[in-house]
């Protein structure tokens, strides 16, 4: 998504997820044969930040963590998953740790724990009035369903520009270029649920 977008608690805290990140790119790194620098140049990041990354001293962006998850080929998600399996398992707003940018301007929280590899992601997204949040394409067969539940966006798809308002859908095949942006005057919410097809 952002270059500014950086994993961190806003409560100032250490992120829980570094740890979790590093291990994972590691694990799928190696599970798929490749040197820190064939990753590094398959993914279009420089070997120092990557080894950094690996060795659990972020932070890393939102978008360097997109640019792994497409060259290694692997959903998104499964870079944040801890582990686990099935039963119940209920998230409190107070412990949830939102990826956000720097300037906080945008964030990005998971609605639902990530165990292993998942075919649907569903997230909170909050946009600061004036914020364009850029994504770049998802891997093939990609699907983003939003709906807006407070404010009004303007949604930049692979096919034009589209205008939503509190109440709006939209469905998207998110394997191109495509961008969120508060058009409104107010802070906007979005619901993403993203699938995908392996």
Do not use: C
């Not at 590093?22 to 798929?32: D, H, K, T």
């Not at 075919?119 to 709906?147: K, W």
């Amino acid at each position: 998504m952002s270059t500014t977008s950086t994993p961190r608690s806003t409560d100032g805290d250490a992120n829980p997820l570094t740890g979790v990140i590093a291990e994972n790119i590691r694990s799928f790194r190696l599970r798929q044969g490749l040197s820190v620098d064939a990753l590094a140049k398959l993914s279009g990041n420089s070997r120092a930040e990557l080894a950094a990354i690996e060795a659990g001293r972020g932070p890393s962006s939102i978008d360097f963590l997109w640019t792994i998850a497409r060259a290694l080929d692997v959903p998104f998600s499964s870079l944040l998953s801890s582990g686990g399996s099935g039963g119940t398992t209920v998230i409190r707003r107070v412990d949830s740790r939102p990826l956000a940018s720097r300037d906080g301007r945008f964030s990005s929280r998971a609605l639902f724990p990530f165990h292993g590899e998942r075919q649907v992601e569903f997230y909170e997204l909050r946009l600061a009035p004036g914020t364009d949040e850029r994504a770049d394409a998802h891997t093939i067969g990609t699907v983003e369903n939003i709906l807006v539940g407070r404010g009004v966006v303007e949604i930049e798809t692979g096919d034009g520009t589209h205008r939503l308002e509190e109440g709006d859908t939209i469905q998207f095949d998110a394997d191109a270029p495509h961008a969120y942006r508060n058009a409104g005057d107010g802070e906007a919410l979005l619901y993403l649920v993203m699938t995908y097809v392996f």
